[in-house]
């Protein structure tokens, strides 16, 4: 069955470093595009990255864009995302999931979620 | 950027009864639009995709019906388990940029 195990996640002082993984499982990992999206304490979802199968594209969205960067090995069937000049307001849950459809646009398949607190 | 606006922002409904949630699109996303389920402390869960395709073992109870900019999820007869936030999805840009809509939760009467 597929499984998204994402880890990596913690407490971070405002203006510094973080890379979340996203190990991937029961099924063909290169063949999929993926997504991020995180979610703040109480709030409701918002679209991180996402990046196609092969790593060839990878789009951001306009509140993490040049400061977020995400990546994949598929020799390790994992996921990335290294997280730069990270803010109080990128404190969220992290979501790894498996994209699908137009754009690799919706999400089939989602992780149980890691843990990003920013605060000094 | 597309904002997706749903409502109600919360619904009350009694088990065996039907919900209707309303998702609005500040443009059109044609079909290119998803809905989630999610329950306290879990992750996001697929109901449907392409306006109105159910998901792997979604039962059918839920719909999705709509295209352009007005879409709707249908759950016929709740059920205990349906009691949930529900969030709509486009993802019909290019370049790509998802955006969610902000939910609607679904409350027992």
């Known amino acids: 069955q597929v499984q998204l195990v994402e880890s990596g996640g913690g407490v971070v002082q405002p203006g510094r470093s973080l890379r979340l993984s996203c190990a991937a499982s029961?099924?063909?990992?290169?063949?999929?595009?993926m997504q991020w999206v995180r979610q703040a304490p109480g709030k409701g979802l918002e679209w991180v990255a996402v990046?196609?199968?092969?790593?060839?594209?990878?789009f951001y969205g306009d509140s993490v864009k040049g400061r977020f960067t995400m990546s994949r090995d598929n020799s390790q069937n994992t996921l990335y995302l290294q997280m730069n000049s990270l803010r109080a307001e990128d404190t969220a849950v992290y979501y790894c999931?498996?994209?699908?459809?137009?754009?690799?646009?919706?999400?089939?398949?989602w992780g149980q979620g890691t843990l990003v607190t920013v605060s000094s | 950027e597309i904002v997706m606006t749903q409502s109600p922002a919360t619904v009350s409904v009694s088990p065996g009864e039907r919900a209707t949630l309303s998702c609005r699109a500040s443009?059109?996303?044609?079909?290119?639009l998803a809905w989630y389920q999610q329950k306290p402390g879990q992750a996001p869960r697929l109901l449907i995709y392409?306006?109105?395709t159910r998901a792997t073992d979604v039962p059918a109870r839920f719909s999705g019906s709509g295209s352009g900019t007005e879409f709707t999820l249908t759950i016929s007869s709740l059920q205990s388990e349906d009691f949930a936030i529900y969030y709509c999805?486009?993802?019909?840009?290019?370049?790509?940029?998802?955006?969610f809509g902000g939910g609607t939760k679904v409350e027992i009467k």
């Open positions: 999931a498996r994209a699908n459809g137009l754009n690799h646009g919706y999400c089939d398949y």
């Open positions: 029961g099924f063909r990992f290169s063949n999929y595009g």
């Open positions: 990046i196609w199968s092969d790593g060839s594209n990878k």
């Open positions: 443009q059109s996303v044609s079909n290119n």
């Open positions: 392409g306006a109105s």
């Open positions: 999805q486009q993802y019909n840009k290019w370049p790509p940029r998802v955006t």
